[in-house]
């Protein structure tokens, strides 16, 4: 009973949605970190892609129900695998970046962008924080619940 609470609803998405940009912030820390490394490339992986599996997976977890296969247990979140993200069968998420292209290559070849990897940071930031959030009141909901509390 329990794995099918936490298989259900918005629970899987926000779980990767928080594994995503928990991984990505880490990708971008290391950006920030060797802005001033000679023959260093910046490396990320594309939120939009991601999102556009996430949002695939989702839809066919949707069609799934519709049809009436939730019991045959379609009500899992099936994920492919992307260009830069590889998704385990146990939840585990691999990322495979690359390096972005558009930015100026500097005289110690580095293509650093200072403003972009700050954008970049407060944006992820800001979807794993909204993540958390989400997942934190669905939790509180399930605890309610289980605790016959209104």
């Known amino acids: 009973m329990i794995r099918d609470l936490a298989n259900s609803g918005a629970m899987p998405v926000l779980d990767r949605m928080i594994r995503f940009t928990a991984q990505r912030q880490q990708l971008i820390a290391h950006n920030i970190a060797n802005l001033d490394t ?26 799934g129900k519709a049809r009436g296969a939730e019991s045959a247990g379609m009500n899992q979140l099936n994920l492919r695998d992307t260009k830069e993200v590889r998704f385990g069968r146990d939840g585990s998420m691999t990322l495979r970046p690359g390096t972005p292209s558009g ?3 500097y005289h110690d070849r ?11 940071l407060a944006e992820n930031g800001v979807a794993f924080r909204l993540a ?19």
């Open 132 to 150: 958390a959030d989400l997942m934190r009141r669905e939790n509180e909901m399930l605890r309610t619940a289980i605790s016959q509390r209104v």
């Open 38 to 63: 000679p023959d260093f490339r910046q490396m990320d992986v594309s939120p939009t892609s991601f999102q556009a599996a996430m949002r695939k997976a989702v839809e066919d977890r949707r069609d």
């Open 110 to 120: 580095n293509n650093r962008d200072l403003e972009g990897l700050m954008q970049d």
């Open 103 to 105: 930015n100026v290559l």
